[in-house]
Each structure stands twice: as C-alpha cells, then as structure tokens.
C-alpha cells in the first residue's frame, strides 16, 4: 500500500473517531445557548481528499412533546362550565373530562405579573414586575424592566430546539420601549418566540385592534365582520400547520394568549342573542347556582360555605328595573364573548388534533390571569376610558341605556358591574386586583398530554402557583433548568414541578409558602393556612395606611372558600404569617409596597423613564405611524400647537394631517373637503369641532391650530383652539373639557391618517388618508 494514501486514511480514521467522539458526548443544556461540538483543525487542502464533519444542529431531547399555553384573561375560578358556571366553555371542558382540572392553581391578582411569572417559572416581583407595566416605577421589583438573569421559557425552548410562537396578548414590555427605536430584547421576538401576533398593551379593541407582526404594525382589516378572537386563532393555525409541514419532527410552543374577556367587552351579536335572559335572574341567584353546581362536580368540598360578597355590592333585589335590565344585558355580552373565546380557542386545539399530534402535546388551558374584573364599578361602563378619566356620565345609568341595543359592539367600549365579577368568582368573596383572596387569584386550569398522562376526567387538588409551569414543562421536555442564559447567570426558578400530580392524585402538596401582593393588597399562604388584608378595593381608594390594616386568617385546607375569618381566635397564626410575609417580601423585592393608583399613570410621579421626558416639542414626519400614547408627547392638561408644512393637489384635499387614538377619545386636525379642521372627542360622549373659515389654497401652506388650556393645574379642563392657515387665524372654537388621564390602552398616533378608530365621523380610516403630501408636523407644548 502507499505510504502516503495509508497516512492520509489513518488521519481520516483518527478524526472520524475524534468526531464520533464528540458527538456521543452529551450535549450541555444548562448553557444556552447550546454551544456545537469543538473540531481538531483540518489540515488538509483539498477537499476531496477530506471528510466533512456533520452539521451542528440544536434538537431537542427525545419524544420531547409539543407545549401550548392557553390564558385567557380576567375570568375567575366560577367562570367556566367545568367549574360549575352558567357560561358555556365547551371546550375547556372537554379537555378537563379527557386530561386533569386542578381546582387549586393560582396567579397573582392581575394582568402583566401573572404573565411574567407565568413564563419565567418566577415570581412577579422577582421579575420586575409588581403591577401592570403603565405603572412601573424605579423601585426594585416594579421596573417592569425583565432582567437578563430571568430568561422566559420561549427562550428557553427556543434554543434547546423548539419552534416558539405568541399570539395574541403580550403586556409586559416596558411601555418607553414600545416604539421603533426599542430597545427590542423585551419583545416577543427579543424573548425567544420565532413568531408574534397580537398586541403589547393590556387590551384592546376587539373590532379594530391595534396590532404588531412580529416587531411591524399591522394595517386595520376593512372586513366588517371582523374580529381579533377569529383572526389570532386563524394566524395560530396557519403558523403550526406551516411549521409542521415543514419541520414535522420539530416540536412547537405556543403561547395562545386572548384578549377575552378582559374589557372591551366585544362579540358578534350571534353569541350574545344565545344568552338573552338568561342573566335574568341577578347575580346573587345565579352566584347560589355556580355554587351548588360547583358542589355537584365535585370541584369544590361538599361541606364549603359560600363566602359572604363584598357589602359595596347590592342585593339584586335592591336595584331598579332599569339596573337590572342593562346589568342583564352586560352579563350576555360577557358570557357571548367568553364563548366565542372558548370557540375559537377549541378551533385551536381541533387544528392540532387534526394534523395529528395532539397526544404528544402538553397544554395549559388556564381560565384567567386572576380573578373576574370588578373595575366597571358598581353600574358598568359604557367606555372604559371613562373611569380612568374621573366622568360620571359615562357610569350614569340613563345614559347607558341609551347604548343599552349596541352593548357590545364596535360604537361601545364596555365594561359589566362589578356584582358580576364576584359571581363568577364563586365561592370567594373577592375580584380581580385582590391577592389578599383566592377570588382574586384562584383560577380553574386543566392539563390535557395524552402521551404523558395516563389519567382522563380527573380533578386534581394539590395547591399550586403559575410560577409552577415552567418547571412543569422543563421536566416534561426532559430539560435542566438554564444556569446560564445568553451569556447571564440565572436567578434559579422559584417554582416546582407538577408532574408528580400526574399520575398520584393523593400525593401532598409540594408548594408550601406563597406570597401575594397587588397595590398593598397581600397575604401568604403557608401549609393549609392563608392570612392576608384587603388593603384597598378594586373600587375604592386607600383607607388605612400600610401598617394599619386589618388582617384576616383562614385554615383553607378546611375552609375552601375562606368563608370564616379566624384572626380573633388565633391571633398566634396571624402574627407569625405577617412575620413569614415580610421574610418572603423581603426576599422577592416586594419592598416597598405601593398602593398608588392614578399618579402611577404618570411617568414622572412614578420616576419611570419616558421618551419625552424633558422635551417640550416632537417633530414628526409622514408615515410616522402608531405610535402609542406612552411614546408620544403629552398634549394633556396643557396650552400646546400643532404647525404642519402641507401640500395640496390637483384634487379637493381630504384626509388626516396628525391625529392621536381615536372615536373612545382623541383628537384630530385634519381636512374635510378641502376645510382645515380639529376635533376634539371627549370619552366618545361629546365631540367638540373647529372649522376653518377659508379653503385651504392650492400647493403648499403652513397650518397650525393653537390650543390655549384655560385649567392653569387644574386637570382636565377646557380650552380654545384657534387654526391658521399661512399665519391667518381662520377659525377658533371652545372645547369645553378635555381628558386629563388617558386617551386609549392600544389606540395610536399616527401621521396622515386615523388608525384603528377614526376621532371624527367625517372620515372612516380608509378615507382618513391624506391626499396631499406632509413635508412634516411640529406639536409644541407651552
């Protein structure tokens, strides 16, 4: 043999072996992302005359399943079907009666902290993240800011092989990074999903949402039957049969995450005709139904009590005929819209049935992010944006009425009383927003893995928190948990596994102590015991100061429903839970709690950044579009102007210079018909327009309107505006009153057009287009 060919074989034969080597090796998962095999250097020239080493491609373990989480939003343990309601979650239940329904599993009270916990497999605080991300400060634990050392499990599963996509809700990016100049790491994408639909914010118009395609904003559907709960359950399906299609041996994670029915309350009127009269009978009979169906089911122990309901609640039999009515009619817009979300939300779980992979996908279908909302108050909204902005009218119930055939559709923005919250979180006492009762934090959740769970239509009792998921899924998956993430050493998960609930229905619970805390609202669970304080009510405002409040104890291994207060009896227990509270706050950056509200809402009081933190003039330019009102300057409460540098064609002028959200309230100066205009809609209850007096000329012109605030610091007060064309006043008008706290949750501004909603009547968002052209626009506060 030569001598040479024999050398050059037993190189080829030394670094195959050196290769094979290196590939049996275990690949390290506790460090990602996933580093490739190291290769000896080649030293040969040609390529003929080497063999190739494989490709390094990240897979993951094994039969690892699919993973997908389904949370609905502001719904409480009474609110499905399997859990004894009178509103009809079909397709929860048919999960629950072929997986496990866990009738202790908990959040955190609200909306942004029950996600964040829910994807890092940490707690809220322990994620920055307190309350909802509009209200973050620069404490410690409430910056709203995920740190690095806290990956989420779409990163996780993302780089250990996974395809990752999110659709619908998001809510926990920073709002001052919620823009084109990001940053982008606390996105979707920048959080390890491949793909993103939905919205940022904490809701959204369910008939005109403003939404983002991955980091892109999408453009307004012009279909009139559409909704987002068809069009996100549609994109989920379309994303996981492409992804299957291409990739069958690669699993997914998908995080389904609707707006429903958290508030706008909106549906097609086909769903909420199936609920005519049913809500008839009021809320305390229909509460006394959910619970003796919950007893029957065997959700809840036979021997519980019915929690009293909070005393700012009336008796049905107290309100006028005319409450009842329109709170009827609230209740079927919300039972037809939860529907319609559990509908879509099976098409989901049909889509994956059907391409075959249904048992080997793990699914959390969690029915609420906490419990129902109270925060329409005691009669309801006709327009959310009402409450945040102190109007009675929008509360008033003769004015409601006069919505009273539209509740639910495009022209309203509604919320239901808040009698009916507490009743679909039967049998506690409390709502949403209080972490101090399980009625705020108790929600129904099933588990359905055929290929992992030999158990079908069981109900499991074990006590567990939405920071146990993440760790569920790593042990499904067959996965360590990350020490080391994009280069960060990890804070260590804080939950633990349920799997060992699986296959032992009798085994004890392994969540010992829980903390809770929402706007000084806390307590802790410990072993069978829960003490807390209802420090502040969804409703009301702040009565005692931190170290006033009065606690509460409840032995709920026994008492389920926390029906009996046993703080006077055990005054021992309750000083040792305050003790073991504080431990766990101070471990968990819950310190200092903060139980303000409306002055949170501003940047500056609540020491967040802001992008026009010190600016007093924004300088836009067009195609500059939504833009959300936390990333825009603040016209509010103020004097300010607006100068544009406009041309106009050949054609009548038409459309929208600049114009901030939309037809629930907002603003827009724009021309009709040639007419330079301004608008101001007040809460979508009063609309104030300005018209100039002249056409505005051919070619280019200088336009301006000069709003002169008349409340001094006074908030929400009205003003005058006044418009100019080339320097010429040609019209000036008085807007009675102004809104002095928000315009919208997910409405934008936006150059050249009204997107979403339009401000005006005179104009759709088709038409709002402006025709001319806008060399740039100038708002000037003064």
């Given at each position: 043999?030569d001598k040479?060919?024999?050398?050059?074989?037993?190189?080829?034969?030394?670094?195959?072996?050196l290769?094979?080597?290196?590939?049996?090796q275990?690949?390290?998962?506790t460090?990602l992302?996933?580093k490739?095999?190291?290769?000896?250097?080649?030293?040969?020239?040609?390529?003929?005359?080497?063999?190739?080493?494989?490709?390094?491609?990240?897979k993951?373990?094994?039969?690892?399943p699919?993973?997908v989480?389904?949370?609905?939003?502001?719904?409480?343990?009474?609110?499905?079907?399997?859990t004894?309601?009178?509103?009809?979650?079909?397709?929860?239940?048919?999960?629950?009666?072929?997986?496990?329904l866990?009738?202790?599993?908990?959040?955190?009270a609200?909306c942004?902290?029950?996600?964040q916990?829910l994807?890092t497999?940490?707690?809220?605080?322990?994620?920055n993240?307190?309350?909802?991300?509009?209200v973050a400060?620069?404490f410690?634990?409430?910056?709203?800011?995920?740190?690095?050392?806290v990956?989420g499990?779409g990163?996780v599963?993302?780089?250990n092989?996974?395809?990752?996509?999110?659709?619908?809700?998001?809510?926990?990016?920073?709002?001052?990074e919620?823009?084109p100049?990001?940053?982008m790491?606390?996105?979707?994408?920048?959080?390890?999903?491949?793909?993103?639909?939905?919205?940022?914010?904490?809701?959204?118009?369910q008939?005109?949402p403003?939404?983002?395609?991955?980091q892109?904003q999408?453009?307004?559907?012009?279909?009139?039957?559409?909704?987002?709960?068809?069009?996100?359950?549609?994109?989920?399906?379309?994303?996981?049969?492409?992804?299957?299609?291409?990739?069958?041996?690669?699993?997914?994670?998908?995080?389904?995450?609707?707006?429903?029915?958290h508030?706008?309350h909106?549906?097609?009127?086909?769903y909420?005709?199936?609920?005519?009269?049913?809500?008839?009978a009021?809320?305390d009979v229909?509460?006394?139904?959910?619970?003796?169906?919950?007893?029957?089911?065997?959700?809840?122990?036979?021997?519980?009590?019915?929690?009293?309901?909070?005393?700012?609640?009336?008796?049905?039999?107290?309100l006028?005929?005319?409450?009842?009515?329109?709170?009827?009619?609230?209740?079927?817009?919300?039972?037809?819209?939860?529907?319609?979300t559990d509908?879509?939300?099976?098409?989901?779980i049909?889509?994956?049935?059907?391409?075959?992979?249904?048992?080997?996908?793990?699914?959390f279908?969690?029915?609420?992010d906490?419990?129902?909302?109270?925060?329409?108050g005691?009669?309801?909204?006709?327009?959310?944006?009402?409450y945040?902005?102190?109007v009675?009218?929008g509360?008033?119930?003769?004015?409601?009425?006069?919505?009273?055939?539209?509740?639910?559709?495009?022209?309203?923005?509604?919320?239901m009383?808040?009698?009916?919250?507490?009743?679909?979180?039967?049998?506690?006492t409390w709502?949403?927003?209080?972490?101090?009762?399980y009625g705020?934090?108790?929600?129904?959740?099933?588990?359905h893995?055929?290929?992992?769970?030999?158990?079908?239509?069981e109900?499991?009792?074990?006590?567990?928190?939405?920071?146990?998921?993440?760790p569920?899924?790593?042990?499904?998956?067959?996965?360590?948990?990350?020490?080391?993430?994009?280069?960060?050493?990890?804070?260590?998960i804080?939950?633990?596994?349920?799997?060992y609930?699986?296959?032992?229905p009798?085994?004890p619970?392994?969540?010992?102590?829980?903390?809770?805390?929402?706007?000084?609202n806390?307590g802790?669970?410990f072993?069978?015991?829960?003490?807390?304080?209802?420090?502040?009510?969804?409703?009301?405002?702040v009565?005692?100061?931190?170290?006033?409040?009065?606690?509460?104890?409840?032995h709920?291994?026994?008492?389920?429903s926390m029906?009996?207060?046993?703080?006077?009896e055990?005054?021992?227990?309750?000083?040792?839970?305050?003790?073991?509270f504080?431990?766990?706050?101070?471990?968990?950056?819950?310190?200092?709690m903060?139980?303000?509200?409306?002055?949170?809402?501003?940047?500056?009081?609540?020491g967040?950044?802001?992008?026009?933190?010190g600016?007093?003039?924004?300088?836009l330019?067009?195609?500059?579009t939504?833009?959300?009102?936390?990333?825009f300057?603040?016209?509010?409460n103020?004097?300010?102007?607006?100068v544009?540098?406009?041309?106009?064609?050949d054609?009548?002028?038409?459309g929208?210079?600049?114009?901030?959200?939309?037809r629930?309230?907002?603003?827009s100066?724009?021309?009709?018909?040639?007419?330079l205009?301004?608008?101001y809609?007040f809460?979508?209850?009063?609309?104030?327009?300005v018209?100039?007096s002249?056409?505005?000329?051919?070619g280019k012109?200088?336009?301006?309107?000069?709003?002169?605030?008349?409340?001094?610091?006074?908030?929400g007060q009205?003003?005058?505006?006044?418009?100019?064309?080339n320097g010429?006043?040609?019209?000036?008008?008085?807007?009675?009153?102004?809104?002095?706290s928000?315009?919208s949750?997910d409405?934008s501004?936006?150059?050249g057009?009204?997107?979403?909603?339009?401000?005006?009547?005179?104009?759709?968002?088709?038409?709002?287009?402006?025709?001319g052209?806008?060399?740039k626009?100038?708002?000037?506060?003064?």
């Open positions: 043999m040479k060919y024999f050398v050059k074989m037993l190189i080829i034969l030394v670094v195959s072996s290769t094979s080597g290196i590939l049996a275990e690949v390290d998962r460090e992302p996933i490739g095999p190291w290769y000896p250097p080649i030293k040969t020239l040609d390529a003929r005359d080497a063999e190739a080493p494989p490709v390094f491609e990240v993951a373990p094994k039969d690892a699919n993973v989480i389904i949370l609905l939003d502001d719904i409480g343990f009474g609110g499905t079907s399997a004894g309601s009178v509103l009809q979650t079909p397709h929860f239940d048919k999960l629950a009666s072929q997986g496990l866990y009738n202790q599993f908990h959040t955190t609200l942004s902290p029950t996600r916990a994807k497999g940490r707690n809220h605080h322990s994620a993240q307190a309350k909802i991300s509009e400060t620069s410690p634990g409430a910056t709203g800011m995920l740190p690095d050392d990956a499990i990163t599963l993302n780089h092989g996974y395809s990752t996509a999110a659709f619908g809700k998001w809510h926990e990016t920073a709002v001052w919620i823009s100049s990001g940053p790491t606390r996105w979707p994408n920048g959080q390890g999903f491949d793909e993103f639909y939905g919205f940022m914010g904490g809701e959204t118009n008939w005109s403003g939404l983002f395609h991955n892109n999408v453009e307004p559907s012009s279909d009139p039957d559409y909704h987002f709960m068809n069009d996100m359950a549609t994109k989920s399906i379309e994303w996981m049969r492409f992804q299957q299609a291409l990739t069958p041996d690669k699993p997914f994670f998908v995080y389904f995450a609707p707006g429903a029915v508030a706008p909106h549906v097609p009127q086909s909420i005709d199936k609920y005519k009269g049913k809500f008839d009021g809320w229909i509460r006394e139904q959910i619970f003796e169906n919950q007893k029957k089911l065997g959700v809840i122990p036979s021997d519980t009590k019915l929690a009293p309901k909070p005393a700012d609640i009336k008796d049905w039999k107290d006028s005929d005319k409450e009842k009515k329109l709170f009827a009619r609230q209740a079927e817009v919300f039972a037809g819209f939860l529907d319609m509908h879509e939300t099976g098409r989901v049909q889509a994956i049935e059907d391409m075959g992979e249904l048992d080997n996908t793990l699914i279908y969690i029915a609420g906490n419990g129902t909302s109270a925060e329409g005691m009669g309801g909204l006709y327009n959310e944006m009402t945040f902005n102190g009675a009218k509360s008033d119930i003769d004015f409601m009425m006069e919505h009273y055939d539209d509740w639910g559709g495009p022209t309203t923005y509604p919320h009383a808040a009698g009916w919250a507490v009743c679909f979180d039967s049998p506690f709502t949403k927003q209080v972490a101090s009762n705020g934090t108790r929600n129904a959740m099933v588990i893995w055929p290929d992992g769970i030999r158990a079908k239509g109900i499991r009792t074990q006590w567990h928190h939405v920071i146990d998921v993440v569920t899924i790593l042990e499904a998956a067959n996965l360590p948990e990350p020490r080391i993430v994009n280069g960060t050493p990890q804070r260590p804080e939950g633990g596994s349920m799997v609930t699986f296959d032992e009798l085994s619970s392994r969540h010992q102590i829980q903390y809770f805390e929402m706007f000084g806390r802790i669970y072993d069978g015991w829960f003490a807390g304080t209802v420090h502040i009510k969804p409703w009301g405002t009565e005692n100061r931190f170290p006033e409040d009065t606690w509460e104890l409840y709920v291994k026994e008492d389920f029906s009996t207060n046993l703080a006077n055990r005054p021992d227990i309750v000083a040792l839970m305050q003790k073991m504080i431990g766990e706050a101070e471990k968990y950056k819950v310190l200092p903060d139980d303000r509200r409306q002055e949170l809402f501003n940047p500056k009081l609540a967040r950044p802001d992008l026009m933190f600016r007093t003039s924004l300088t330019y067009e195609g500059m939504g833009m959300l009102e936390n990333d300057i603040n016209t509010k103020s004097s300010f102007e607006i544009a540098d406009i041309e106009s064609g054609k009548t002028t038409n929208v210079i600049i114009s901030q959200a939309g629930f309230g907002g603003w100066f724009y021309v009709n018909n040639g007419t205009t301004y608008m809609n809460v979508g209850i009063d609309q104030y327009k018209t100039a002249a056409k505005l000329p051919k012109s200088t336009v301006k309107m000069d709003f002169a605030y008349d409340g001094g610091d006074k908030p009205g003003g005058t505006a006044t418009l100019y064309i010429k006043s040609v019209g000036s008008g008085k807007i009675d009153q102004t809104q002095f928000i315009f949750a409405e501004a936006n150059v057009l009204d997107s979403e909603t339009p401000v005006s009547k005179d104009y759709d968002v088709e038409s709002s287009k402006f025709n052209k806008i060399d626009v100038t708002i000037t506060l003064k």
